[in-house]
């Protein structure tokens, strides 16, 4: 059995953990926070009591003889926890995405995980979602042929959603230790992700970013347009948006954030769409009008997926297996750190666009220009004070009208609870 801990022990350790419950191969032995009030009824609520609790990560790392550590903190925080681990011994390390706050971080991390020999993986579970995977499987057999375009729409919603603190917002809207904002480079991982990975790239040539902070502290409504690089210059030239679009007076149940994603895209031969991803099995979910993945080929739509699992927390439980089939029988994790770095710098290039004005290259966001701070994202400044209060009233005095008018969250169920 492997032995795994994880430090970090805010809101996403109770999806992350949900690979280890009934893993045959690795069990949960410690976990560790510096903030203690809650782990106890957490613990109490996923059925592991008997875990110990640590207020040092150190601690934990040398007393616990650990095979795996999930580390599930703020950005700033990955670095040092990895070196720790690392110099540790221990054989796998999951990083929640984005891998660091800085280019400059994930180069550490990836040397040091090279310099000791240990299995790093940065953990994008949105790559995992089983109408995802099966999407990716089509476009690989050519069904909408070569790929010309790719959309995706993340709309953040009313809720109501899970309960979410305010301390978990406080260190993502400071540069310092998130590494951008929330949405973009937090959030937008995922998404950059999915532009990679489906569209079969490694990475972009070139994007146009422009980040409007109207609440003051949340990075959207945002929009992005890059261009995949050509392979040889005969092939058609690929492109690539992104939007997220602040729609928070939508009442939209969710499990877990207030959010979901659209995504269009087009090949040469037809058009496929994919209907929600954290949301998924709500009440969109169950309407005849949004199956997880529909396509139009010469002259058909067809819809696939409609027997798998459209909850979130599956893509949740598969990269964590995925993980301890790596640890446990050898081969590369899903994403490796390299990989990970890449969608950091993905990741940054939006905010070097809309802050200098201008297209950034792939090539300009480095470790070395970032310390020589040409291409370094800065704290926006000169925003407008009070903004978040004004958004959250704002939000939650349309979802009050809601719910009076009868649009009560306890009605909805999710399609494959238990
Ligand atoms: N995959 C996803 O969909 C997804 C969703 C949300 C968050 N995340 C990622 O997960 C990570 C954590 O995010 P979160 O939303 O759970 O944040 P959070 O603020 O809710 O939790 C972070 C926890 O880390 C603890 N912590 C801070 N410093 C520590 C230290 N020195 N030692 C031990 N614990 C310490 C905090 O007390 C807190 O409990 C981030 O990397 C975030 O981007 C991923």
């Not at 991390?109 to 995977?133: A, G, S, T, W």
Request: neutral net charge; charged residues 25%; proline residues 5%.
């Amino acid at each position: 059995m492997l032995r795994v801990g994880i430090i970090g022990t805010g809101d996403i350790a109770n999806l992350n953990i949900q690979g280890y419950i009934h893993s045959q191969d690795a069990e949960l032995v410690a976990v560790s926070d510096i903030d203690v009030s809650n782990v106890g009824e957490k613990l109490e609520r996923w059925g592991l009591r008997t875990l110990k609790i640590y207020t040092d990560f150190k601690k934990m790392i040398d007393h616990e003889n650990l095979d795996i550590i999930e580390i599930l903190t703020p950005h700033h925080l990955h670095y040092p926890m990895t070196e720790y681990a690392a110099k540790a011994g221990i054989l796998g390390i999951s990083v929640q995405k984005p891998l660091a706050h800085t280019i400059t971080d994930c180069e550490r991390m990836i040397k040091i995980c090279e310099e000791e020999n240990v299995k790093l993986k940065l953990y994008e579970n949105f790559r995992f979602y089983p109408p995802y995977l099966r999407a990716k499987e089509l476009l690989d057999s050519g069904i909408i042929g070569e790929l010309l375009s790719f959309r995706i729409n993340t709309i953040l919603t009313g809720g109501p959603s899970m309960p979410r603190g305010l301390k978990s917002l406080t260190w993502r809207i400071k540069v310092d230790t998130c590494g951008g904002g929330p949405l973009v480079y937090d959030d937008g991982i995922h998404k950059f992700s999915l532009a990679l990975w489906l569209m079969g790239q490694q990475k972009v040539e070139k994007l146009h970013g422009w980040i409007d902070y109207f609440t003051s502290v949340m990075d959207a409504p945002s929009y992005m347009l890059w261009k995949y690089p050509s392979q040889n210059p005969n092939e058609p030239p690929k492109y690539g948006t992104m939007q997220f679009t602040m729609a928070t007076n939508v009442y939209y149940p969710s499990n877990y954030y207030d959010c979901d994603e659209f995504i269009e895209i087009s090949g040469t031969k037809g058009i496929m769409w994919l209907n929600q991803c954290t949301s998924g099995g709500n009440f969109v979910s169950k309407s005849l009008e949004n199956p997880p993945i529909v396509t139009y080929v010469d002259g058909e739509v067809k819809s696939y997926g409609k027997d798998l699992p459209r909850d979130w927390r599956y893509s949740f439980i598969n990269s964590t297996e995925h993980f301890i089939k790596v640890i446990k029988e050898g081969g590369t994790p899903i994403y490796t750190g390299e990989q990970g770095r890449d969608l950091c710098i993905f990741a940054k290039m939006p905010y070097i666009s809309h802050q200098q004005k201008r297209t950034v290259t792939w090539n300009e966001i480095t470790a070395e220009n970032e310390q020589n701070q040409s291409c370094y994202v800065k704290q926006p400044v000169n925003l407008v004070e009070g903004g978040l209060t004004k958004y959250n009233r704002r939000s939650r005095s349309d979802l009050r009208k809601g719910i009076k008018q009868g649009l009560e969250h306890n009605v909805f169920k999710y399609q494959y609870e238990e």
